[in-house]
């Protein structure tokens, strides 16, 4: 339950006080970009390393994935140049499709 609340405390931004009610959520992207991003690079760690542990496999396609996307929410954490949050983001979306893809393909080609 506690992931759940840390997840949309960081996600979702807080009412405004104002008449309008209008919510800038650029802004609110850029003030939380951080801490969110620094959460899921010790997530992918851990998910990595529990892999490890209990199949015995290294570099597995999943983990490929995933050392992938830590790398990517590292230097998300880290870099505030907006052209490079939209790379990550496309690449993000490319990296996910071609994993998703190769999955598909290695388990009709197994099974």
Known sequence: MGRIYL?????????????SGDVDLR??????????FLVLVPLMSIYTATTWTMS???FT??????????????VLATTKRRK???LIAGAQIAVLALF??????????VG
């Open 61 to 74: 396609s999943i983990d490929v994935y995933r050392v992938t996307f830590f790398v990517m929410y590292l």
């Open 27 to 36: 802004a609110h992207y850029w003030s939380i970009r951080r801490p969110f």
């Open 7 to 19: 997840a949309a405390a960081l996600l979702f931004p807080a009412k405004t006080d104002d008449a």
């Open 84 to 86: 490079v949050h939209e």
């Open 100 to 109: 998703l893809a190769t999955e598909v393909i290695g388990r009709s080609l």
């Open 56 to 58: 015995h496999d290294l």
